[in-house]
């Protein structure tokens, strides 16, 4: 499962010294942090830590107050603002809950990404679109639907189908798994391993399911304290000395993930 290791992996996104805060304390204070190409990295944290948050800044949701964040290559809250959709054109984000339109039904969620960068006729629309539907492993009968009729699960393949809309090269998913039962939540993240084999793209995920970070996640990064305290393997992740990561990782459910990673 594991991305191969490669002696010069080409760095995706880079963020250093990252300073984030709304008018109260810093949310993340000096936070350093690099993600790889082709990895599907998993972040972690406690609640309220600031994961969702610095998976904000990187998309330019949320305010950089101090420090660099590259991505691309390239310094995005440096950059102009056509520079800057240029380079968002090249990710796609599944929010925490789904953030789909609700008036809108899938086929059209999923072509709103396409209609803001692309010029196509409704029929190529129509056909790009049933293709991510089919992607994702939606029923074409889904494509009509609004989300309200769909279920959480399909709510979350209609986002990735949203978010997978201009074949990007990295996908941010923003606890993915969180609110499904297990076996739909295994087979979302056998969907995400799937498809990152397949389309080749980069994954930063933020999560709590340590049965995906068992299963997908090639590298895991842990924030507390407004940095990333620490970065590896699962293997780095078990060793570590932390007292937060030893209760996360040695815990009952870290024990139960453990033993079915194995089976
Ligand atoms: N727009 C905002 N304005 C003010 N505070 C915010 C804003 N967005 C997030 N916060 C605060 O930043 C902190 C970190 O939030 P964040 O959603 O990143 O946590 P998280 O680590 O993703 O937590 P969880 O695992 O529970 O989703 C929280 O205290 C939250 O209230």
Known sequence: MAAPVRANR??????????????????????????YRGEVLGVVGASGTGKSVLMRTIIGLAPLLGGTIEVFGEDYFELDARRRQEIARRWGVLFQQGA?????????????????YLELSPRLLDEMAMLKIALVGLKPDAADKFP?????????RASLARALALDPDLVFLD???????????????????????????????VTHDLDSLHTICDRIAAVGGGRVIAEGTMETMLASHDPWLQAYFHGPRARAALGSAKD
């Open 100 to 116: 789909l339109f609700s008036s809108l039904t899938v086929k059209q969620n999923v072509q709103v990404p396409m209609r803001e």
């Open 175 to 205: 606890e993915p798994t969180a609110g499904l039962d297990p076996i739909g939540a295994g087979e979302f993240d056998e969907l995400i391993a799937t498809l990152r084999q397949t389309l080749g793209f980069t994954v930063y995920m």
């Open 148 to 156: 309200s009729e769909l279920s959480g699960g399909m709510i979350k």
């Open 10 to 35: 080409e760095t995706v996104i880079s963020a250093r010294g990252v300073k984030v805060g709304f008018g109260g304390p810093l949310i993340l204070n000096g936070l350093d942090l690099d993600v």
